[in-house]
């Protein structure tokens, strides 16, 4: 039977994306599992292979020495393609492995059995793996246990990205938007890439919980999710830093850009009309910064950002303010706004 | 092999309901794939208590970032 989420690569790199997993630290859940199926199958190397779009990553792996390999020469790429799992008895005698530099050279593996890591929504973003450097079938009940494996895996991948989702507004959380703050700010120091930050708070927002209840501000800032997530280009990121705080994180853009950015959403959200009775309308403040010489760091970004926003309460809120002077048009000021 | 957790001490969201649901499930359906492999008690007590001590720390992560979405306002 067709299976057309098999054949959907955009939406399956969606979906691994969603998870926001790739290049982040090992975690004890993930490595906990690849040590269990290493013991309980009696193999020298398994791993949580994420297959993105040029490679497999892995999120946890023993006894392998790479965190990720090119995708031409995976064998979770091949895995993937099916819901069932992929065994491979010896990869010298098949014709899609036999010349796999990973067969011919180290690790010189032999066997291969892979569980593809199906998301609830049916798209396999990877899979548990367990390889051998012998030749070596499996058992039925053994590749039994490592589909429960693999489907433990995926609830860990649920609920982590949950951690790094703001349940209330949809934003990364901030732990999730901070992280992809100091990974911006390692691109900046390794490659030079430019990356902004915008920083915003809702100006008077504890009136609003004051006056009309904590209900309504939750739906305000629902409100404030969904009107800046859109806002929000696919590639950047927007995250609740706390409270009415929020973050845009913003790639292959310097302050100039990003205070455009900015603008926009200060905008947006002055134009809301959140349905309550009354209707309920809202400005916020903005601070943009943009790794530069004087801020290299995640902490000095943030922290400038953060600067740049006090002002702009201090100047009469529903503004934005950059860090840099040189950011704004020849004879504006450092802030624009209403 | 104690009966599987069922997290009845931790203030579970709606929200994160489907996913101790399916995850209880999980559990038992590893515990009798491990069984059904001739895993040896012991073996499979340890896999099973790891599973459960990292999902529950998880959890609490969750729970707290959802209970902190509300709270902070």
């Known amino acids: 039977m067709f299976d057309c989420k098999l ?20 975690e004890e859940p993930f490595d906990k599992i690849t040590s269990l199926v290493q013991t309980v199958l009696d193999v020298p190397i398994c791993a949580v292979s994420l297959v993105d779009r040029n490679r497999q990553w892995f999120k946890s792996s023993v006894g392998l020495d790479v965190r990720e390999t090119a995708r031409n020469i995976s064998f979770c790429t091949h895995a993937i393609e099916s819901r069932k799992p992929m065994e491979v008895h010896d990869a010298l005698l098949d014709l899609r492995f036999a010349a796999n530099p990973m067969v011919t ?13 199906a998301t609830p929504d049916g798209y396999n973003v990877g899979s548990l793996c367990a390889l051998d450097i012998k030749p070596r079938r499996y058992a039925p009940q053994q590749i039994e246990v490592l ?10 991948l649920e609920l982590l990205s949950m951690v790094r989702t703001d349940q209330l507004t949809g934003a990364a959380s901030r732990r999730a938007f901070v992280d992809n703050v100091g990974k911006a700010a390692a691109q900046f120091a390794r490659h030079g890439r430019k990356s902004a930050l915008i920083m915003f708070d809702l100006d ?72 309550h009775t009354p209707t309920i309308g809202i400005t916020a ?18 922290d400038a950002a953060d600067q740049r926003l006090y002002r702009a309460k201090q100047d009469g809120r529903n503004r934005c303010c950059a860090a840099d002077r040189k950011a704004m048009p020849l004879g504006q000021p450092d802030c624009v706004g209403a | 092999m104690d009966a599987l957790p069922n997290y009845e001490d931790m203030d579970v969201p709606l929200a994160l309901e489907p996913s101790v649901t399916r995850h209880r499930a999980n559990l038992a359906r590893l515990v009798g794939a491990l069984c059904a492999a001739g895993v040896d008690d012991e073996q499979i007590e340890t896999s099973v208590n790891a599973v459960v001590a990292s999902y529950r720390g998880e959890l609490l992560s969750a729970i707290r970032s959802i209970m902190k979405s509300h709270a902070d306002v």
């Open chain 1, 147 to 156: 589909k429960s494996f693999a489907a433990v895996v995926v609830d860990e």
């Open chain 1, 204 to 275: 008077h927002f504890k009136q609003i919980n004051d006056s009309f209840g904590h209900p309504a501000g939750d739906k305000v800032l629902r409100a404030v999710g969904a009107c800046c997530g859109e806002l929000t280009r696919s590639a950047d990121m927007f995250g609740r830093l706390g409270g009415e705080e929020f973050g845009v994180l913003l790639y292959d853009t310097d302050e100039q850009g990003a205070m455009q950015t900015a603008e926009r959403f200060r905008q947006a959200l002055a134009g809301l009309q959140i349905a």
């Open chain 1, 285 to 302: 403040s903005f601070g943009v910064a943009a790794f530069s010489d004087r801020f290299q760091t995640s902490e000095a970004l943030i």
């Open chain 1, 105 to 117: 050279g180290k690790p010189f593996l032999r066997s291969y059995l892979g569980v593809p890591l």
């Open chain 1, 7 to 26: 054949q959907d690569e955009f939406a399956r790199l969606a979906a691994l994306q969603r998870y926001e997993v790739l290049d982040t630290p090992p």
